[in-house]
């Protein structure tokens, strides 16, 4: 039994850190916090909130994150703390970082 718990610690971790292989931050889905005011969490690898916006306005205008034209997504996201600018899109290799579903996957492209 011992064993068995040991074989599975490794796999646990190992699923959790791959939330958006190969890109640098997560974005989840839109989180109420009520009376209209909304946030958005970004991610790293290991599901660490490392920047977000709360706002009860069009979170396309803020200046953190970019948007598509309809069907809206976020298809960038500017770093709150090093101003670095990341290319986002949706990525089916996604999971989530506890309840919150991640909605796209963001990587510094060089661009």
């Not at 101003?83 to 309840?99: F, T, V």
């Amino acid at each position: 039994m011992y064993t068995s718990t040991l074989f599975f610690l490794p796999l646990a971790a190992g699923f959790a850190a791959a939330i958006c292989p190969g890109f640098n931050y997560a974005i989840g889905n839109v989180v109420p916090e009520g009376n209209g005011v909304n946030r958005w969490n970004v991610y790293d690898d290991s599901c660490n909130v490392v920047d977000g916006l709360t706002t009860n306005r069009n979170p396309c205008e803020q200046g953190t994150f970019g948007c598509s034209p309809p069907p809206v997504l976020f298809n960038q996201y500017t770093n709150s703390f090093t101003g670095l600018i990341y290319a986002c899109r949706p990525d089916p290799n996604s999971g989530n970082c506890g309840s919150d579903v991640i909605s796209v996957c963001c990587r510094n492209d060089g661009n």
